[in-house]
């Protein structure tokens, strides 16, 4: 007997699904049973994974997009409206590196480009869905963090700063959208296998010391596991999260298999969010600890 599929009838986007991290979250959404709307900038990438979507049996469809045009993002509801008829889940996955290097030496362009993807193409994207969630009730936004976005990433600021913001954005917005019955949640990956460590790598010692040493321990190791974020990422988008909401959540340290049933109890905790180590938030995460 099948298994039940936790997102069966549901439709997703993903952006950035054309290889590595997006790619295995639309396939893991396909397995069970959404279909699939898959963005890049790369079309051959994205076909890719679309017809690795409908080998599963989902429906797939493949869009060649820039998160950071609002006209291109506009085009990806657009199309996935005219093709599905809504959207109910929506993985802002799409990012860029950025310069490697002391600030000073970064490219002004380069840096401010990062943020026009890593930040301002996720809110461009959530901007994009918000009409339709609104108007069903119901909605899942999963946004993908990164190194820096809880604590200092020297050399690679563009990202490390977009990354922080948008772990802000995603605790703002979840407060605004939570009448509308919509999730808005961050996952923090980990050290995932993927092209920004070979770019890592390849920057040598514009990296700094620690950054290219841990990123040669990593790719020796094998890095961590993908399956975790991918399996976060399906928690996430189906009903097993129940109304968990505003939280930066880690997919290979955090006790995220333990909370079925404990989104209320979450929800009015400051655990799992970007907050300042001070007396005044201190004294509530004490109470809070017995989870």
Same mark, same amino acid.
């Given at each position: 007997?099948?298994?039940? @599929? ?33 963005? =890049? ?16 049996? =989902? ?26 008829? /809504? ?27 990062? +943020? ?12 994009? +869905? ?37 772990? @802000?954005? /995603?605790? /703002? ?65 189906? %009903?097993?999260?129940?109304?968990? /909401? ?7 340290? %955090?006790?995220? @298999?333990?909370? +079925? ?28 600890? %017995?989870?």
């Amino acid at each position: 007997m099948q298994a039940q @599929r936790v997102l069966s009838g549901r439709v997703g986007i993903v952006t950035g699904a054309g290889r590595g991290i997006g790619r295995a979250i639309a396939l893991a959404f396909a397995r069970q049973g959404a279909s699939v709307v898959v963005t =890049s900038r790369t079309f051959s990438e994205i076909e890719e994974t679309a017809a690795q979507v409908r080998a599963l049996g =989902s429906q797939a469809l493949a869009i060649q997009a820039d998160v950071s045009s609002q006209s291109n993002v506009n085009k990806i509801v657009e199309q996935t409206i005219q093709a599905i008829g /809504t959207v109910d889940i929506l993985v802002n996955n799409a990012g860029v590196q950025g310069p490697i290097g002391s600030i000073d030496d970064n490219d002004a362009d380069h840096w401010i480009r990062t +943020v026009m993807i890593n930040l301002i193409g996720t809110f461009l994207c959530c901007r994009a +869905v918000l009409a339709v969630m609104m108007k069903q009730q119901r909605g899942k936004i999963i946004n993908l963090s990164g190194g820096g976005a809880t604590s200092p990433r020297p050399n690679f600021s563009a990202y490390a700063s977009s990354k922080a913001a948008l772990v @802000r954005f /995603t605790e /703002t917005l979840a407060e605004e959208v939570k009448p509308f019955n919509i999730q808005v949640n961050a996952i923090a990956p980990g050290a995932i296998n993927t092209r920004m460590l070979d770019e890592v790598l390849a920057a040598g010692d514009a990296a700094g010391e620690v950054a290219l040493s841990q990123a040669k321990k990593q790719k020796q190791s094998g890095g961590d596991s993908l399956e975790a974020v991918v399996a976060l990422a399906v928690f996430l988008a189906s %009903d097993e999260s129940g109304g968990l /909401t505003g939280k930066l959540i880690s997919a290979q340290h %955090d006790p995220w @298999r333990e909370w +079925v049933g404990k989104d209320e109890q979450l929800n009015a905790s400051p655990l799992y969010t970007i907050r300042r180590l001070d007396p005044f938030t201190i004294k509530p995460l004490i109470k809070d600890l %017995d989870y």
